[in-house]
């Protein structure tokens, strides 16, 4: 049983990990740790969903954010 994602789920995933990311850069650095630990999660939930997208043949690899 596969999940289905759009998109615009691959659009979302990447707006959020560029907002980790942007939260990590404009952190005063208390924070390091939790900042890591999103980062982490959005990257994962995009590959996770750009892989379905790829086995699905809605994307190509050439058009993978990585």
Not at 43 to 66: P, V, Y
């Amino acid at each position: 049983m596969s999940a289905e994602y759009s998109l615009h789920d691959l659009a979302q995933a990447k707006e959020a990990l560029e907002l980790a990311e942007k939260a990590w850069e404009e952190d005063d650095g208390n924070n390091r740790q939790a900042h890591i630990k999103k980062i982490s999660a959005a990257r994962a939930n995009l590959s996770m969903i750009e892989g379905q997208l790829k086995h699905d043949g809605i994307i190509a690899d050439e058009d993978a954010a990585f």
